[in-house]
């Protein structure tokens, strides 16, 4: 893997080259306050022109202008006409796209695979998909056939490995691509449902890298991790974790340690700290490399004061109302990336 790092217009852009990642990405051009595409020389593939352009997915990105979406190739060539609602990321050669209200797929010659009859739809992955009419849900394949009918309360993928799960009277039902129902089992779906301040950190069905992150009522509501045979791995002891990727796991022990990463024997490999945090929606360690948000915290504390003197002095009429603002509005925070040994190797604060 080659790792490189750019500064267009002011733009610090860092790619990892890998088989499977192009080596194209979207930025912000400030000439023109528009998305553009540049290669890893830092050349402008497109200069500033799209509204909106998605990750580079099976060679084509998703562009929008004026609230309608369309398809390029990493050259920058249009594929698909600006003209539709919305468009998906391409997966396994079809998009979901959205036209006069309704869902169906085309694919990247803007050929109509599924015509436009659903109210909703997701990506394909593994040959199936989601789709929705009304309030229900069901199943299809890439031939637009319906594998599971359009009786279920929800339907959605889970993690990387992209199971497909659908939901009916408080039980969930793991997919799979020739439509089989398996229903979950040794799980109080219904209980843990009913938590709604802790439901996303305390129920996950999905098995990264062979272990999965569950939490069970009789662990006080703390996260732990168990294999495919609902066996016990890395007791139940963290407030919140994340899948495993290349190995490493996300947790919070408790808010006072801070941010740590651990093994799949539960061993710490970077000790917790308080300074960072874990972006929700990333994916973790990728390619040897983690993104957080990393906090400047005695800067932070000291802003609380300046921010207290601040309401006290706009009260008294010492400072006008933009100066309040400023200084109330002040951040203190950075993206950073880190490597497996805890060593900070970019900042967007340098």
């Not at 930025?27 to 553009?36: A, E, F, Q, S």
């Not at 069970?216 to 609902?230: Q, W």
């Not at 400047?296 to 504390?301: G, L, M, Q, S, V």
Request: proline fraction near 1%; charge should be neutral.
């Amino acid at each position: 893997m080659k790792k490189i790092i750019l500064k267009v217009s002011g733009i610090l852009i860092m790619f990892f080259i890998s088989s499977n990642l192009l080596a194209q990405t979207a930025v912000y051009d400030r000439l023109n306050g528009k998305m553009g595409v540049v290669n890893v020389k830092g050349e402008f593939i497109i200069k500033g022109k799209y509204d909106i352009i998605s990750v580079f997915f099976d060679n084509v990105a998703v562009v929008s202008e004026n609230e309608k979406y369309g398809l390029i190739d990493s050259n920058g060539k249009l594929l698909i006409p600006i003209e539709y609602d919305f468009i998906d990321e391409s997966h396994e050669g079809l998009l979901a796209a959205k036209k006069n209200g309704q869902y169906g797929f085309i694919d990247k010659n803007n050929k109509i695979v599924v015509p436009f009859i659903y109210d909703g739809a997701g990506s394909f992955h593994n040959g199936i998909t989601w789709i929705q009419n009304g309030e229900v849900y069901g199943v299809i394949n890439k031939k637009g056939e319906e594998i599971i009918s359009t009786i279920y309360e929800d339907a959605f993928f889970l993690t990387e490995n992209r199971i497909l799960f659908a939901k009916k009277g408080g039980k969930l039902y793991k997919i799979d691509s020739t439509g089989v129902l398996n229903s979950i089992k040794d799980t109080d779906w219904r209980q843990l449902e009913k938590d709604e301040s802790t439901k996303d950190n305390l129920f996950a069905f999905f098995w990264e890298e062979g272990l999965d992150v569950n939490a069970r009522p009789f662990s006080g509501h703390k996260v732990g991790y168990e294999n495919k045979n609902r066996e016990i791995i890395i007791p139940a002891k963290f407030n919140m974790g994340f899948a495993f990727h290349d190995e490493i796991a996300v947790v919070y022990e408790n808010e006072n340690i801070g941010l740590g990463f651990i093994n799949k024997r539960g061993e710490y490999i970077i000790k917790p700290n308080v300074e960072w945090k874990f972006i929700e929606g990333d994916m973790g360690f990728v390619n040897g490399l983690c993104k957080i948000l990393k906090i400047d915290i005695k800067k932070t504390n000291e802003h609380e004061k300046n921010k207290q003197k601040a309401r006290e002095d706009y009260k008294n009429k010492l400072i006008n109302q933009m100066e309040f603002y400023k200084i109330m509005e002040q951040k203190f925070t950075s993206y950073a990336y880190i490597d497996r040994e805890g060593k900070v190797v970019f900042d967007s604060s340098n």
